[in-house]
């Protein structure tokens, strides 16, 4: 038996502001406890005041490392997605969000990283030294990513074309992408409304996707991202009413 030795956190040496920040964040006792009461507040909010429904649960995998990979027309998809998820995923699970929009401000990063326990992703400043280090994290500490590979809102609620930075995290890996079509956010809140409208809210959530043979180059990660674009777009089809 090895020695037992003491690490010292990850997020040790940083200062409060910046820890908020960072992708080496951990979480606490309190934090802990934050974040099971704001999901539970959540999934009450998204059932009373949106009608939340939820398909296809079953195939997401009982542990990580994981992404849950989704369409994105709505500040409430992050929340959305979070609500779908079992207890035993919530402490390891992050939505990577928009840094120039959820950590901006001391009070949006305490509600965005206690809170969500977001993430975040600076766009201006997203180079591969970025993808590296959530791509480590996710692999190394097995945590679960929300993603949106549109890289930003949809303006007329259609989905556009995903961007590489999703087969940037998993090319080569064992690492499954979990496909998920949200529908009703933007009815609820498009990108110009501020208070959300009283909506219904459906996700579904599809087979996960195995990319560990798929090579770690920027062809790759164009195969990666049309195959889980593809994916997202069947489940939006079958989400719609026939």
Known sequence: MEPWKLQPA???????????????RESGLLER???????????????TAHRLQIIGRHHLPAHGP???????????DAVTLVAAFRPRHRERAFPIAAGDVFFQTKAVSV??????NALPMWRKNCGPHALADLRRKLEEEKCIYVIFPEGSRSRDGRMASFKHGLGMLVAGTRVPVVPAFIAGTFEALPPHRKIPRPARIKIVIGAPLDFATTPNNREGWSQIAQSVESSVSDLGNQSRPV
């Open 66 to 76: 994981f992404i849950l990979a989704a369409n994105h027309c709505s500040h409430l």
């Open 33 to 47: 406890l934050a974040h099971h009461l704001s999901f539970s507040i959540l999934r009450m909010y998204l059932a």
């Open 10 to 24: 990850r997020d040790t040496g940083l200062t409060p502001s910046e820890r908020l920040r960072s992708i080496r």
């Open 111 to 116: 509600f965005s990283a206690i809170g969500l």
